[in-house]
């Protein structure tokens, strides 16, 4: 049994959509399909969902709720006659997005919640439609109701484990399942959604439910790069990555599979393979469990190159510091009391770094951090630096190599860009180093280009 998911550009219209029930049909181990929201037909084009977050946005805020509630429904009228579909389908879909913007706006987060999963959940809905129409089995299937149970993390669910043994009884149906992606309920009932890009977390956790032999993600490319293609002209395509590799580049930027998105079926050892809806019979890309990889790819020391920004720095300086046992330890509490989540800790002996995403940041909040920093801790100095950038060179194959740190630091050094810090895993599967925003991209083509170059 596969457990095959597409993506926003896969169903931005009815073309797209007929293309992905081409692909359903063309195999019959095809038979649980997670869909996306309706995405982007052109490039100044709106993802439905981001229309459905402007719908949110004007009921809570006094706009103009009914236009964008007609943009939307005009997507799916569009959708539902290129597919020769009943009207009666966008009534129905009407109907539901009205309702839940009726519904009660006390907690926003959760309304907001209601409203992005209308996206999906319409979408399965004509999906299934479709499918019927043409004559085939398929059923649109209700995540309540097949039990997709997540914590009540308004924009930022995780799957409960409870949720593993309802869902695995999907298996034992024999129809094609429409599944809508990106949204489950919570322990009380209310809608939730992961966060953004979602829809492959939750075509992951059901190919881990049903213990499927593969987990088929459509997307709009033949195969993921080796680099962002919108940094590095043409980019090395690559066509196997294992779960880890996969992982830091997901987590350094990558946006081709949600950060998220292989942590159930890393369990499993579930491949999973990543394809284009536009050329399905392009092998895509295999991530794969480490013990799968194949000798041409262990060859590769280095196979991708990613960048993120967003991040910043609190330096704490204290002479002696590494004599004091639990210092680490209590800097960390006065973080997790304030409810910061931390990414990275280099250290000196004198020193320590803590990396944050910039996203936490509230002056109120890290004026607190600081002064319970001088307070508890006694230190010398605490000091931050914003408009932080992570750069990561990520390769099962650097384990056993030498040299790959100093091919990086020349390439970055020849590109006159300033490392303010550097890491390494104890899995050898990736180093980080710590720059400036704005020197993301030139060290992305930098290292690219010292890493890659004269291999295409
Ligand atoms: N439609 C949602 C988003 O745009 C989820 C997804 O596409 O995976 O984030």
Do not use: W
Not at 96 to 124: C, M, P, W, Y
Not at 129 to 136: A, I, P, S, T, V
Not at 289 to 318: C, R, S, Y
């Amino acid at each position: 049994m596969k457990v095959i998911k597409f993506g926003g550009s896969s169903l931005a219209d009815a073309t797209q959509i007929k293309k992905v029930c081409d692909i359903i049909l063309a195999d019959s181990e095809r038979r649980i399909v997670v869909v996306s929201a309706p995405g982007k037909r052109f490039p100044d084009d709106e993802k439905v969902t981001d229309l459905l977050i402007k719908t949110a946005e004007a009921a809570v805020t006094g706009g103009d709720v009914d236009a964008c509630v007609s943009k939307i429904v005009e997507r799916y009228s569009d959708i539902a006659d290129g597919l020769g579909l009943d009207r009666k389908i966008v009534e129905t879909v009407k109907n539901d997005i009205q309702k839940r913007v009726s519904s009660s706006k006390t907690n926003r987060s959760r309304f907001t919640d209601l409203l992005k999963a209308a996206g999906e959940d319409n979408t399965a809905k004509v999906v299934a439609e479709y499918l019927k129409q043409c004559g085939h089995n398929a059923e649109y299937i209700n995540p309540k109701a097949a039990g997709m149970i997540l914590s009540d993390e308004f924009g930022n669910a995780q799957v409960l484990p409870k949720s593993y043994n309802k869902l695995a009884a999907l298996a034992r149906k024999s129809s094609i399942m429409i599944f809508p992606g990106f949204f489950g309920y919570s322990e009380t009932g209310e809608v939730v959604t992961f966060s953004r890009g979602g829809s492959d977390v939750t075509g992951a956790i059901l190919a881990a439910a049903v213990n499927a032999d593969i987990y088929e993600n459509f997307t709009d490319v033949d195969s993921v790069f080796a680099a962002n293609p919108h940094v590095v002209d043409h980019p090395m395509p690559i066509p196997m990555f294992s779960y880890e590799e996969m992982r830091e580049l997901s987590y350094a930027g990558f946006n081709v599979l949600h950060e998220e998105a292989l942590a159930p079926v890393y369990h499993k050892g579930i491949t999973v393979n990543i394809k284009n809806t536009n050329n399905p019979e392009a092998p895509g890309t295999l991530i794969v469990p480490t013990n799968l990889l194949t000798l041409e790819h262990k060859q590769f020391k280095v196979v991708g190159i990613a960048a993120d920004v967003g991040f910043m720095t609190l330096h704490v300086e204290k002479y002696m510091m590494n004599r004091e046992i639990g210092f680490g330890r209590r800097l960390l509490q006065i973080l997790e009391d304030e409810g910061i989540s931390y990414e990275h800790t280099p250290s000196g002996i004198d020193s320590i770094s803590v990396i944050i995403r910039e996203k936490y940041y509230e002056e109120e909040k890290f004026n607190r951090i600081i002064k319970s920093i001088y307070q508890d801790l006694a230190v010398d100095n605490v000091s931050t630096e914003f408009n932080q950038a992570i750069v990561m060179v990520v390769g099962n194959g650097m384990t056993h190599s030498i040299g790959t740190l100093a091919t990086a630091t020349k390439a970055l050094a020849d590109a006159k860009i300033n490392i303010n810090m550097i890491n390494q895993g104890s899995s050898e599967v990736s180093i980080m180093f710590g720059i400036a925003a704005e020197d993301a991209k030139p060290s992305v083509k930098a290292l690219y280009n010292a890493f890659f170059s004269g291999k295409n």
